[in-house]
Nanobody, 123 residues
């Protein structure tokens, strides 16, 4: 599967952005998908994940209540709605996919990655 992330940009603190991750291939629904982010000088960290059906979502504590992950398997796309953005959300955001049934959100377990989309939140 190939992934294409988009939707990043510059936004003021308190604002919103919606990221999209479009996937190629007709087996998209067999992949679990997650969003990760990497700020300058920091390690890549887990942000949110969604199950194959879209029925369950998981979030990092730092974004819980502000971000919402969803997926549309018919459109082969996963979304990350980001509200109440903070300067500390500034990072390059990556979507990733994996066919395992692991409960781990270690980025090393994800086999397929999009190219990243940059989010900058000004104070």
């Amino acid at each position: 599967v190939q992934l294409q992330a988009s939707g990043g940009g510059l936004v003021e603190a308190g604002g919103s952005l919606r990221l999209s991750c479009a996937a190629s291939g007709h087996t998209f629904s067999t992949y679990r998908v997650a969003w990760f982010r990497q700020a300058p000088g920091k390690e890549r960290e887990f942000v949110a994940a969604v199950t194959r059906s879209g029925g369950r979502q998981y979030y990092a504590d730092s974004v819980k209540g502000r971000f919402t992950i969803s997926r549309d398997n018919a459109k082969h796309t996963v979304y990350l709605q980001m509200n109440s953005l903070k300067p500390e959300d500034t990072a390059v955001y990556y979507c990733a996919a994996d066919r395992s049934y692991s409960d781990s959100y270690d980025p090393h377990e994800y086999d397929y990655w999009g190219q990243g989309t940059e989010v900058t939140v000004s104070s």
